[in-house]
């Protein structure tokens, strides 16, 4: 089982990845001229920004749901992935591009975080017995 | 001839292996120089790419996905869906162990009260195995039946006899192998239809006595409740209990059919506070009851030992046991013979018991199956001259008139059964008993899982399932041209050359 004290880290990092991730969303489902801008550069206006959004807001409440923590730290750190190879390939570092970066960084390592704590709960390592054998003593008598 | 199959998983293992990382890099580009939601696909693909990696490289445990990557798991994934999808789709409504399909419909047609008439014929294998019950030509009518009545303690002519009118008994099964509301349902459902519930080696049975109706209290190898720090018998407190109105029995358990000669065990996940403290275990650790009594050394001291809580409990006692070596049962009534001394019942426990938890090797193959052995309990007893001395109840799969029928032939006086009452309030042989984490709530202390549990119609399929059992008894001895169980006996039976009775057929 998951020790209770690496379930309340799992706490922590699941707020802030969706804390962080859900501050976002005002901007772009809001079309802040930042945000369009972003999203112009990507060639995803406006449809992907709308699809983004949506996705990220559906991984912030998957994220605090109990039984869903998982799914949403994979779905979460998905979308960082795609935000990071954004930033890599079209975005650059420049200026507050950096600070977004910086932030997409955090969200991804905070939900991997989640995921390695509770990977007992993702569904298709369940089947297989991730624990090591322990070792059986001898007899005793 | 070759062995192969048309696919080789090998070779498809390491083309997947190798297509992955590739395929990662194709999207990769197609997002960065065709459009961005390339990228949709680039990133899943990124992962599998890393879980692949994982699984090949870093992870030490499973040789198959070292070597098949993320297409050995399928394998894993198939496995534990397998289970399912047997019970579900692909077992015959014959097959399954320990109870079939067509076994557990029945028992839950009766436990809805449903007619449990079928159509076309049997689904039984008829010419090898299967024990049949001779009727007779000349059937009786109902009004000639004699009412079941039982009367525990009359031989001894003690003040507190007990008198069982319903043949069935509910079969030990403790607060702790059970959850609170499946031990209420059972308690509330018999309390309805007068009939006897044993407690199982639970300590104090807080709940049984919840739902005031009759209780044979079990005491087990590790006397949960009525023990002294050293494991012995303590006196007063059974003494206590025995004084209680509703316990109207004592049940001393040396060995159970599912794991004789090991002590009673609860998994460590089934331990809460509550039952802890019932018990007066630890939590945290399995509990496993010692393999014996430590008053029960040889056949005086164990004769001596039922004849002590007979004399402390001042009730009818009785002992249960699953039978290893028939000359032992013989040497054992020898000595009560020799001591004058008997317990009020004998509970012949067949190999086949269940439980909530014991070792595999146990569970299937230690101690002698019901029907045999209870027919040689039967004939030791009568032999040695001293079968009215005492009652016989039999336990071991016995959920059916069927094959309870074949135990009343064979000299059981009533029966006991305990998945078939588990079964009449929902179970659906998940097999989850030991893990706490039963679907159906009955064998969990989960509160989400026991929410699914509603006492008052759970009560009533008890009780319907006791009713439609003691219906279809009356109609089998009807056929048979018997007025009550006493009068069924080996001759009624016809058993087919390949049963484990047939050497029986012959000793006369």
Same mark, same amino acid.
């Given at each position: 089982?998951?020790?209770?004290?690496?379930?309340?880290?799992?706490?922590?990092?699941?707020?802030?990845?969706?804390?962080?991730?859900?501050? %976002? /969303?005002?901007?772009?489902?809001?079309?802040?001229?930042?945000?369009?801008?972003?999203?112009?550069?990507?060639?995803?206006?406006?449809?992907?920004?709308?699809?983004?959004?949506?996705?990220?807001?559906?991984?912030?409440?998957?994220?605090?749901?109990?039984?869903?923590?998982?799914?949403?730290?994979?779905?979460?750190?998905?979308?960082?992935?795609?935000?990071?190879?954004?930033?890599?390939?079209? =975005?650059?570092?420049?200026?507050?591009?950096?600070?977004?970066?910086?932030?997409?960084?955090?969200?991804?390592?905070?939900?991997?975080?989640?995921?390695?704590?509770?990977?007992?709960?993702?569904?298709?390592?369940?089947?297989?017995?991730?624990?090591?054998?322990?070792?059986?003593?001898?007899?005793?008598? | 001839?070759?062995?192969?199959?048309?696919?080789?998983?090998?070779?498809?293992?390491?083309?997947?292996? %190798?297509? #992955?990382? #590739?395929?990662?890099?194709?999207?990769?580009?197609?997002?960065?120089?065709?459009?961005?939601?390339?990228?949709?696909?680039?990133?899943? +693909?990124?992962?599998?790419?890393?879980?692949?990696?994982?699984?090949?490289?870093?992870?030490?445990?499973?040789?198959?996905?070292?070597?098949?990557?993320?297409?050995?798991?399928?394998?894993?994934?198939?496995?534990?869906?397998?289970?399912?999808?047997?019970?579900?789709?692909?077992?015959?409504?014959?097959?399954?162990?320990?109870?079939?399909?067509?076994?557990?419909?029945?028992?839950?047609?009766?436990?809805?009260?449903?007619?449990?008439?079928?159509?076309?014929?049997?689904?039984?294998?008829?010419?090898?195995?299967?024990?049949?019950?001779?009727?007779?030509?000349?059937? #009786?009518?109902?009004?000639?039946?004699?009412?079941?009545?039982?009367?525990?303690?009359?031989?001894?002519?003690?003040?507190?006899?007990?008198?069982?009118?319903?043949?069935?008994?509910?079969?030990?099964?403790?607060?702790?192998?059970?959850?609170?509301?499946?031990?209420?349902?059972?308690?509330?459902?018999?309390?309805?239809?007068?009939?006897?519930?044993?407690?199982?080696?639970?300590?104090?049975?807080?709940?049984? /006595?919840?739902?005031?109706?009759?209780?044979?209290?079990?005491?087990?190898?590790?006397?949960?409740?009525?023990?002294?720090?050293?494991?012995?018998?303590?006196?007063?407190?059974?003494?206590?209990?025995?004084?209680?109105?509703?316990?109207?029995?004592?049940?001393?358990? /040396?060995?159970?059919?599912?794991?004789?000669?090991?002590?009673? +065990?609860?998994?460590?996940?089934?331990?809460?506070?509550?039952?802890?403290?019932?018990?007066?275990?630890?939590?945290?650790?399995?509990?496993?009851?010692?393999?014996?009594?430590?008053?029960?050394?040889?056949?005086?001291?164990?004769?001596?030992?039922?004849?002590?809580?007979?004399?402390?409990?001042? #009730?009818?006692?009785?002992?249960? =046991?699953?039978?290893?070596?028939?000359?032992?049962?013989?040497?054992?009534?020898?000595?009560?013979?020799?001591?004058?001394?008997?317990?009020?019942?004998?509970?012949?426990?067949?190999?086949?018991?269940?439980?909530?938890?014991?070792?595999?090797?146990?569970?299937?193959?230690?101690?002698?199956?019901?029907?045999?052995? /209870?027919?040689?309990?039967?004939?030791?007893?009568?032999?040695?001259?001293?079968?009215?001395?005492?009652?016989?109840?039999?336990?071991?799969?016995?959920?059916?008139?069927?094959?309870?029928?074949?135990?009343?032939?064979?000299?059981?006086?009533?029966?006991?059964?305990?998945?078939?009452?588990?079964?009449?309030?929902?179970?659906?042989?998940?097999?989850?008993?030991?893990?706490?984490?039963?679907?159906?709530?009955?064998?969990?202390?989960?509160?989400?899982?026991?929410?699914?549990?509603?006492?008052?119609?759970?009560?009533?399929?008890?009780?319907?399932?006791?009713?439609?059992?003691?219906?279809?008894?009356?109609?089998?001895?009807?056929? %048979?041209?018997?007025?009550?169980?006493?009068?069924?006996?080996?001759?009624?039976?016809?058993?087919?050359?390949?049963?484990?009775?047939?050497?029986?057929?012959?000793?006369?």
């Amino acid at each position: 089982m998951t020790s209770p004290k690496l379930k309340i880290v799992s706490w922590f990092t699941q707020i802030a990845a969706a804390a962080i991730m859900g501050q %976002t /969303l005002y901007f772009k489902f809001t079309a802040h001229p930042d945000s369009v801008q972003l999203f112009t550069e990507l060639g995803m206006e406006p449809h992907g920004r709308l699809i983004i959004a949506a996705l990220e807001l559906i991984a912030c409440i998957l994220l605090l749901i109990p039984s869903s923590i998982v799914y949403g730290a994979l779905l979460g750190s998905c979308l960082m992935a795609g935000a990071i190879i954004g930033h890599i390939t079209e =975005l650059g570092w420049e200026g507050p591009r950096l600070e977004l970066g910086i932030l997409a960084i955090v969200v991804l390592s905070c939900c991997i975080t989640t995921l390695l704590v509770r990977h007992r709960e993702l569904p298709l390592l369940k089947a297989i017995q991730t624990d090591k054998p322990t070792q059986r003593g001898p007899r005793n008598h | 001839m070759s062995t192969k199959l048309a696919i080789n998983l090998h070779k498809l293992a390491r083309f997947t292996n %190798t297509a #992955i990382p #590739i395929f990662t890099l194709l999207f990769f580009i197609a997002g960065w120089q065709i459009s961005f939601y390339f990228h949709f696909i680039t990133v899943p +693909m990124l992962g599998l790419t890393l879980v692949n990696c994982y699984y090949l490289f870093a992870q030490r445990n499973h040789s198959l996905l070292r070597n098949f990557g993320i297409l050995g798991q399928g394998r894993y994934i198939l496995e534990s869906l397998g289970p399912e999808l047997r019970q579900y789709l692909y077992s015959g409504d014959t097959e399954e162990r320990p109870f079939n399909r067509t076994e557990r419909a029945e028992v839950y047609r009766k436990a809805n009260n449903i007619d449990s008439a079928s159509s076309f014929g049997s689904q039984n294998d008829f010419d090898a195995t299967e024990i049949k019950l001779r009727h007779s030509l000349f059937p #009786i009518s109902k009004e000639r039946l004699l009412p079941y009545q039982l009367t525990f303690g009359e031989e001894r002519g003690i003040q507190n006899t007990y008198t069982l009118t319903v043949p069935f008994i509910i079969s030990g099964m403790s607060y702790g192998a059970l959850g609170k509301q499946a031990v209420r349902s059972l308690a509330r459902g018999i309390a309805q239809t007068g009939g006897l519930m044993n407690t199982g080696e639970g300590g104090y049975p807080k709940y049984h /006595l919840m739902e005031n109706c009759d209780l044979a209290f079990q005491i087990g190898t590790a006397k949960f409740g009525v023990r002294h720090e050293d494991g012995t018998l303590d006196e007063q407190r059974l003494a206590a209990l025995a004084a209680k109105e509703q316990i109207k029995l004592i049940e001393l358990k /040396l060995s159970q059919g599912a794991k004789p000669g090991k002590g009673g +065990m609860l998994p460590k996940e089934k331990i809460t506070a509550e039952i802890s403290e019932l018990r007066g275990v630890p939590m945290g650790r399995d509990v496993v009851s010692p393999t014996h009594h430590p008053e029960c050394e040889d056949y005086p001291s164990a004769v001596a030992f039922i004849r002590r809580i007979q004399e402390v409990s001042q #009730i009818p006692v009785g002992i249960k =046991l699953c039978v290893g070596d028939p000359r032992q049962f013989a040497e054992l009534i020898a000595e009560m013979k020799r001591q004058d001394s008997f317990p009020d019942w004998i509970t012949i426990d067949g190999a086949e018991g269940g439980t909530g938890a014991a070792p595999k090797a146990f569970i299937d193959r230690v101690g002698m199956p019901l029907f045999p052995a /209870l027919k040689l309990a039967q004939d030791i007893l009568v032999s040695a001259g001293v079968r009215q001395r005492l009652k016989l109840v039999a336990s071991g799969k016995l959920i059916n008139p069927g094959s309870q029928i074949i135990a009343f032939c064979l000299g059981a006086d009533a029966i006991a059964t305990a998945r078939g009452f588990m079964l009449s309030i929902g179970c659906i042989q998940a097999m989850q008993c030991g893990s706490n984490t039963c679907p159906v709530g009955i064998t969990s202390h989960n509160p989400r899982l026991e929410r699914g549990i509603d006492i008052a119609d759970k009560a009533l399929r008890v009780a319907n399932y006791i009713h439609s059992l003691e219906h279809d008894l009356d109609e089998l001895l009807c056929a %048979t041209g018997v007025r009550c169980v006493r009068e069924l006996s080996f001759e009624h039976l016809y058993v087919p050359l390949e049963s484990a009775l047939y050497p029986f057929t012959h000793r006369n």
